[in-house]
């Protein structure tokens, strides 16, 4: 008996022990790992698909631009053209502000330019003929007898070789010489960059192995209420100047004063205020294809305004700054009804216009304008910008 207590006293802090463990708090399993929200993907800034082939079977891309405000602008490398630009307009709604075709049939059928680098001589050269260097150069004739953005097979129907960047797209083309009857070799490059302050700046570059005239431009054509005419488009052009035209729409020479004319855009009007008012110039235009002489030029400096847009409608502004001494007002005088565009819709009668930054039409017959002439082992450069704003 006596030896069972002993046995029984002994087992006491066994077995106080393992009671103790067996009352202990279980251990709680460890907390979930909570991870961070992964960020939103970042916007695609330049992204690229096939857009088809050419007559001769060569690749056709697009390429379109974004910024974080919604703005977005298409390009394709046939003609290094711009085939869309959309934004915003007053109500934060986005659309498009450009006129273009669904795809690229419609560019290589004929239609007006809508969008394209034109060049190498953007306007009109009269009777397709300059001399240089002691020579009489014959150029192709595409308009009447006088030579239109290039002729026959301008740089709105080359194939450019196209490099994205991060924030743009740079766009490369070899004119060969004779092309069209110009003289050299002409590379140029154009270079397409949208930054978030919705501001579209073109530059171009080029360089030549023989003397050559070279003016560059874009020739999109805007409506910044994204459908019918542009007649109640205000437009303001900083220009105390034009340059009127003969019948062929090349310029006389003189540079003539806008102040008491239709011509005077100092101040903004609208653009169906005058447009219809018997004045020579008009009918001679069939509206508004005049060069106007702008009171400053870049000059070195960058881009400067020369000129705004304003579309009561939507609220958007288009504010058009350029490196160049001319700007190419059109207001589609072209367009007649007939043409059929984006979405299979037809393009009603003046339905866009167009801010041509340039040199001046004809300058290579015309010593007095600014000269266009580049020379072996100099550059051509240019600038300009396209603002998209809401009033």
């Known amino acids: 008996m006596a030896s069972s207590y002993r046995s029984y006293w002994m087992a006491l802090p066994l077995l106080s022990l393992i009671a103790g463990c067996s009352s202990a708090p279980e251990p709680k399993p460890p907390a979930p790992k909570v991870e961070a929200p992964k960020p939103p993907e970042p916007l695609a800034r330049v992204s690229k698909v096939s857009w088809g082939k050419s007559n001769l079977g060569q690749a056709i891309d697009l390429y379109t631009l974004r910024n974080a405000q919604g703005t977005e602008v298409a ?36 239609q007006p330019y809508f969008g394209a680098i034109v060049g190498r001589y953007a306007n009109r050269i009269a009777r397709g003929q300059f001399e240089l260097g002691g020579l009489t150069y014959q150029l192709v004739t595409n308009d ?18 196209a490099t994205p960047g991060a924030d743009n797209l740079r766009l490369q083309y070899l004119s060969r010489d004779n092309e069209e ?10 270079t397409y960059s949208l930054n978030e302050d919705n501001v579209l700046r073109i530059d171009y570059l080029a360089t030549t192995d023989r003397d050559t005239h070279v003016n560059l431009s874009n020739h999109a054509y805007f409506n910044l209420a994204g459908s019918g005419d542009i007649l109640g488009h205000e437009v303001r052009i900083d220009a105390d100047k034009f340059t009127p035209v003969d019948s062929g729409l090349i310029p006389t020479g003189d540079l003539r004063p806008v102040r008491g004319t239709p011509f005077d855009f100092t101040k903004a009007v609208t653009i169906g205020a005058r447009i219809e008012q018997n004045d020579p110039q008009l009918r001679l235009g069939k509206g508004y294809d005049h060069n106007f002489v702008l009171n400053t030029s870049g000059n070195g400096a960058g881009p400067r305004v020369a000129a705004e847009v304003y579309e009561p409608g939507s609220g958007r502004v288009l504010t058009v700054a350029t490196t ?49 002439l580049l020379k072996i082992g100099a550059e051509y450069r240019s600038s300009t910008t396209f603002r998209f704003s809401v009033r």
């Open 75 to 110: 390009i394709t490398n046939y003609g290094a053209t711009i085939v869309s630009i959309k934004t915003k307009d007053r109500a934060g709604k986005t659309g498009e502000v450009t006129l273009g075709f669904d795809d690229i049939a419609g560019y290589m059928g004929a």
């Open 324 to 372: 160049e001494p001319g700007l190419q007002f059109y207001t589609g005088n072209s367009l007649d009804g007939t043409l059929k565009a984006r979405g299979g819709k037809t393009v009603p009668k003046r339905g866009g216009f167009s801010m041509e930054t340039q040199h001046f039409p004809d300058s290579p017959n015309k010593p007095s304008f600014p000269t266009t």
């Open 181 to 190: 009857g110009y003289p050299g070799n002409l590379n140029t490059r154009v």
């Open 144 to 161: 009447g007898q006088n030579h239109l953005h290039g002729g026959q097979k301008g740089f709105d129907k080359g194939i450019w070789v």
